[in-house]
């Protein structure tokens, strides 16, 4: 048996859970979450026009998964 819940609907369930700690609202905190996705996703491009190398950026790819299936997903 397994749950079909990924780890991004995990990781925004629990920013959203903890939003009320940092006096933010709900829409708030949707805004700020999704300002976040969007930029995580362009990592790669952003990384490559700063000259970091294809290879070095290979090894953080793994590390952005999470943004880029996010900013995916909510579409």
Request: aromatic share 6%; charged share 15%; glycine share 6%.
């Amino acid at each position: 048996m397994t749950l079909n819940i990924s780890a991004a609907d995990n990781a925004m369930d629990l920013a959203r859970s903890v939003a009320h700690y940092f006096r933010l609202s709900g829409s708030q905190a949707n805004e700020i979450i999704s300002r976040q996705q969007q930029i995580g996703s362009q990592w790669d491009t952003i990384a490559a026009s700063l000259g970091i190398p294809t290879v070095q950026r290979g090894q953080f790819s793994i590390s952005f998964r999470l943004a880029e299936q996010s900013a995916m997903s909510s579409v």
